[in-house]
């Protein structure tokens, strides 16, 4: 079955780090770009980053550069989005998304994950 | 770039015809993709490239527009298209979401 799958969401402190996981099945994961985006509670969607198929180029939207750093495994089929100095606006459902045709850039998100819940606050 | 949505929520009825507007801030070609998302569920690819039917997306949903203004239809309104619907632009980096239009059924 083609999905995607998050984990590593839950409830941080401010100023603190979490580490979310996309763990991809179904289709040649090497070949897709990728790409996280955020919902905010009752709020729109906001791309966050993306990388290309093979790990060689990133890029991070202004709300998060310098604090969040998207990566990834081909080996274990895998998508990572270290998130550092954590405020309470980072508080969403954090989704993992992959590109419908390219694997150098993020245009078309035509796969989803369920969607992982970040709760920053003390 | 900055994109806009209109109306923010409407409701209509089963059988009805349903638009949504989107518009770019710049000219974007045709670098539009349209999303649904259901309560509680992930976005969904409805229509990309501003106006090509994603693969098993029924036929009642349509795009059009290329430029700044883009255009989403419903030819009848179902059920189950209760939802919020996102235009996105991919003409340039940081991709970009409309606020979203949220459709009720009367």
């Known amino acids: 079955e083609v999905q995607l799958l998050e984990s590593g969401g839950g409830l941080v402190q401010p100023g603190g780090s979490l580490r979310l996981s996309c763990a991809a099945s179904?289709?040649?994961?090497?070949?897709?770009?990728m790409s996280w985006v955020r919902q905010a509670p009752a709020k729109g969607l906001e791309w966050l980053s993306g990388?290309?198929?093979?790990?060689?180029?990133?890029y991070h939207a202004d709300s998060v550069k310098g604090r969040f750093t998207i990566s990834r495994d081909n080996s274990k089929n895998t998508l990572f989005l270290q998130m550092n100095s954590l405020t309470v606006e980072d508080t969403a459902i954090y989704f993992c998304a992959k590109d419908r045709r390219w694997s150098t850039s993020w245009d078309t998100f035509d796969l989803w994950g369920q969607g992982t819940l970040v709760t920053v606050s003390s | 770039v900055q994109m806009t949505q209109s109306p923010a929520s409407l409701s209509a009825s089963v059988g009805d015809r349903v638009t949504i507007t989107c518009q770019a801030s710049q000219d974007i070609s045709d670098y539009l993709n349209w999303y649904q998302q259901k309560p509680g569920k992930a976005p969904k690819l409805l229509i990309y490239?501003?106006?090509n039917l994603e693969t098993g997306v029924p036929s009642r949903f349509s795009g059009s527009g290329s430029g700044t203004d883009f255009t989403f239809t419903i030819s009848s309104l179902q059920p189950e298209d209760l939802a919020t619907y996102y235009c996105q632009q991919y003409d340039d980096l940081p991709r970009s979401f409309g606020p979203g239009t949220k459709v009720d059924i009367k």
């Open positions: 990388i290309t198929g093979r790990g060689d180029s990133t």
């Open positions: 179904g289709f040649t994961f090497s070949n897709s770009a």
């Open positions: 490239d501003a106006s």
